[in-house]
C-alpha cells in the first residue's frame, strides 16, 4: 500500500502531573496531534489520555513531527510546573499493510516497528526503527544526539524551537514580537537550543526517506 511513516508516543511520568494540568495537557496534545496532518485527515488517536499514535503519508516529515509534539508539550507547561512535560517517541517508518476506520485500527510494518521500538526505550525519548539495518545504525547514532539536545531544553527554548519545525517558518523578528522581546534574545535562544544542529539532522532523515526506503 505504500510507505508510511507512524510516530507512536506516551507523556513522561504522566502519573505524577496534576488532576488540575490533565484537562489542558490533554487540549495541548490535541492540537499539536491536529496540527502535525494535513486538515481534514483522520490520522492521529489518543490513548488513554497519556499515549498517542500519528499515521504519515509523507513518512520523511516523521522526525520534524516528533520534534514538533516534543517541542509543543514543554514550551506549553504551566509556567507553575517546574518538571517541563514531554513525551517518549518512537518514530517507525514502513509500508501499511491494512487500512482501518481509524489510526488505532490500522495495521502493517511500520505500525509493528513503531510500537516494538517504543516497548524497547528505556531512558531515550526519541527513537527511529525501519527495516534497514544500516538506516537504523545511523539513525540510531544521529537520533541519539539529537534526543539529548532536546532533553535540556527550557521553556523559552522549546517554543523558539517549536517554530522552526513548522512547514512555514516565521522570521525571528515574528517570533519576537509573540514573546515579547528582542529579535537579539531569540537569535541567542536560537543558538543556545543548538537549533542549527538540529535542523540538518531533519533534512538527512528526509532525504534517507525518500531515497534510501522508498
Known amino acids: 500500500m505504500g510507505l508510511i511513516g507512524v510516530v507512536t508516543g506516551d507523556i513522561v ?36 489520555g497519556d499515549s498517542f499514535q500519528i499515521k504519515l503519508s509523507q513518512p520523511g516529515q516523521a522526525a520534524r513531527v516528533a520534534l514538533s509534539i516534543r517541542s509543543g ?8 510546573v517546574s518538571v517541563l512535560w514531554d513525551a517518549r517517541i518512537s518514530v517507525g517508518v514502513g509500508e501499511e499493510a491494512y487500512v482501518g476506520d481509524d489510526v488505532g485500527k490500522s495495521d502493517g510494518e511500520a ?15 526519541l527513537s527511529f526503527l525501519s527495516s534497514s539495518d544500516f538506516v537504523n545504525e545511523e539513525l540510531a547514532i544521529e537520533g541519539a544526539f539529537v534526543d539529548d539536545i532536546v532533553s535540556h531544553w527550557s521553556r523559552n527554548q522549546a517554543f523558539v524551537a517549536y517554530q522552526f519545525f513548522q512547514s512555514e517558518v516565521p522570521t525571528q523578528q515574528s517570533i519576537a514580537r509573540k514573546m515579547r522581546v528582542t529579535a537579539q534574545r531569540i537569535n541567542q535562544l536560537y543558538h543556545t537550543a543548538k537549533i542549527p544542529l538540529v535542523l540538518p539532522f531533519l533534512v538527512r532523515f528526509e532525504n534517507i526517506v525518500t531515497t534510501l526506503l522508498a
Open 111 to 125: 505500525f509493528r516497528l513503531s510500537g516494538r521500538r517504543l516497548d524497547d526505550m528505556k531512558e531515550a525519548r
Open 73 to 80: 508539550l514543554m514550551h506549553n507547561t504551566p509556567a507553575e
Open 13 to 48: 511520568n504522566s502519573t505524577n502531573i496534576s488532576v488540575s494540568d490533565r484537562d489542558r495537557l490533554l487540549s495541548v496534545l490535541n492540537t499539536l496531534l491536529a496540527n502535525s496532518v494535513p486538515l481534514g485527515e483522520r490520522n492521529t488517536a489518543i490513548f488513554r
